[in-house]
């Protein structure tokens, strides 16, 4: 099916394919605030949430964060990658005020952010945080009490909480679950009201934090397809996932953390082909692209062959290869497989 990347966890809807093999990458610091491109090539909009020079430590004495500076730009589908402890968490912990930085400053529409009441509720209705724990999220006996809870405590009349309630509702499609208690709901379902409850506060920017993990193919497919429709409705989505296949095919910006720190920025068929990156973070390249490196080390390819995203896009180079050419012939093709 085009457009469908099928990996361990099935098959991830694809948002619309741009061209953006030529985007530059640059590794460190600076790359965290390199313009991405968008769907069809041109800038997305500017920054809307970042972070300059922050670091943050627990107080058993870990630095989570080193002098990190990112910017998650408006319009975005980001992938926030790293192995465990490289500071995915934190950040998003730090973006949405739960936790205030050491040192450095977190920026929302250019502003700082205040740490004073009004500060951090403004800041949380604007920037909205799934955790990765669902149940972390929810609390209230049933899902429609649990949605209503941001919106009532922004102070809002009964017929504007009920109005965000049920737009939540819908745009999650959840509609059979509203009467239900949360107890009672699957994992996937949990996850699912969790983006709802965030949603009701009518954010600029949704964090979520390893939001598939947990989920069999089938949830996957369907918080993924949710996440697109969320990005069409004109929200910025940041993710982390630990999974790179998932990123390679749905996100259009990848940032890699380690150790607090950015290790790269840019596209993700650009990052996620850079074996120093991958490696240095305790990943794994996607199968996709170390498929797509045998086969131009093999001559299968050309050199300056776009790298594909998923699986479609690696068929489609392959079959239309230039005929004639020494990359046109089948027995090369075997010949490679065989050896690999």
Same mark, same amino acid.
């Given at each position: 099916?085009?457009?469908?990347?099928?990996?361990?966890?099935?098959?991830?809807?694809?948002?619309?394919?741009?061209?953006?093999?030529?985007?530059?990458?640059?590794?460190?610091?600076?790359?965290?605030?390199?313009?991405?491109?968008?769907?069809?090539? +041109?800038?997305? %909009?500017?920054?809307?949430?970042?972070? +300059?020079?922050?670091?943050?430590?627990?107080?058993?004495? $870990?630095?989570?964060?080193?002098?990190?500076?990112?910017?998650?730009?408006?319009?975005?589908?980001?992938?926030?990658? %790293? &192995?465990?402890?490289?500071?995915?968490?934190?950040?998003?912990?730090?973006?949405? #005020?739960?936790?205030?930085?050491?040192? %450095?400053?977190?920026?929302? %529409?250019?502003?700082?952010?205040?740490?004073?009441?009004? #500060?951090?509720?403004?800041?949380?209705?604007?920037?909205?945080?799934?955790?990765?724990?669902?149940?972390?999220?929810?609390?209230?006996?049933?899902?429609?009490? /649990?949605?209503?809870?941001?919106?009532?405590?922004?102070?809002?009349?009964?017929?504007?909480?009920?109005?965000?309630?049920?737009?939540?509702?819908?745009?999650?499609?959840?509609?059979?679950? $509203?009467?239900?208690?949360?107890?009672?709901?699957?994992? #996937?379902?949990?996850?699912?009201?969790?983006?709802?409850?965030?949603?009701?506060?009518?954010?600029?920017?949704?964090?979520?934090?390893?939001?598939?993990?947990?989920?069999?193919?089938?949830?996957? &497919?369907?918080?993924?397809?949710?996440?697109?429709?969320?990005?069409?409705?004109?929200? $910025?989505?940041?993710?982390?996932?630990? /999974?790179?296949?998932?990123?390679?095919?749905?996100?259009?910006? $990848?940032?890699?953390?380690?150790?607090?720190?950015?290790?790269?920025?840019?596209?993700?068929? /650009?990052?996620?082909?850079?074996?120093?990156?991958?490696?240095?973070?305790?990943?794994?390249?996607?199968?996709?692209? /170390?498929?797509?490196?045998?086969?131009?080390?093999?001559?299968?390819?050309? +050199?300056?062959?776009?790298?594909?995203?998923?699986?479609?896009?690696?068929?489609?180079?392959?079959?239309?290869?230039?005929?004639?050419?020494?990359?046109?012939?089948?027995?090369?093709?075997?010949?490679?497989? #065989?050896?690999?």
């Amino acid at each position: 099916m085009p457009g469908v990347h099928g990996g361990h966890h099935g098959p991830v809807p694809m948002p619309p394919r741009r061209d953006d093999a030529d985007a530059p990458f640059l590794p460190g610091a600076a790359a965290g605030v390199l313009p991405p491109a968008g769907e069809h090539g +041109e800038p997305l %909009g500017e920054p809307v949430l970042q972070t +300059e020079r922050v670091t943050f430590a627990y107080q058993d004495g $870990t630095v989570a964060l080193r002098d990190l500076s990112v910017a998650i730009r408006r319009g975005a589908r980001l992938a926030i990658l %790293g &192995a465990n402890g490289s500071g995915k968490s934190t950040l998003f912990l730090t973006l949405n #005020g739960i936790l205030k930085p050491a040192q %450095g400053r977190v920026l929302l %529409g250019g502003a700082p952010v205040r740490y004073d009441r009004a #500060g951090l509720n403004d800041l949380r209705r604007r920037v909205g945080l799934v955790f990765q724990d669902p149940d972390t999220q929810l609390f209230a006996a049933s899902v429609r009490q /649990d949605i209503s809870f941001g919106p009532i405590n922004l102070g809002l009349s009964d017929a504007e909480v009920r109005a965000r309630v049920e737009c939540a509702v819908a745009d999650t499609q959840i509609e059979d679950l $509203t009467d239900r208690p949360t107890h009672l709901l699957s994992y #996937g379902q949990k996850k699912r009201v969790a983006i709802a409850g965030v949603l009701a506060m009518d954010p600029e920017v949704i964090i979520a934090d390893e939001p598939t993990a947990g989920l069999d193919p089938e949830a996957t &497919a369907r918080l993924l397809e949710l996440l697109n429709r969320l990005h069409a409705m004109g929200r $910025t989505i940041c993710i982390s996932t630990h /999974d790179l296949e998932l990123a390679l095919a749905w996100a259009d910006h $990848t940032m890699v953390l380690r150790r607090g720190e950015l290790a790269a920025s840019g596209p993700p068929q /650009d990052v996620l082909r850079m074996p120093e990156v991958v490696r240095g973070a305790r990943l794994v390249q996607p199968i996709v692209l /170390d498929t797509f490196a045998r086969l131009v080390a093999a001559g299968v390819l050309a +050199e300056d062959a776009p790298p594909p995203r998923t699986a479609a896009e690696l068929v489609a180079l392959i079959v239309a290869r230039e005929p004639g050419s020494r990359n046109s012939g089948a027995p090369e093709v075997a010949a490679y497989n #065989g050896s690999a």
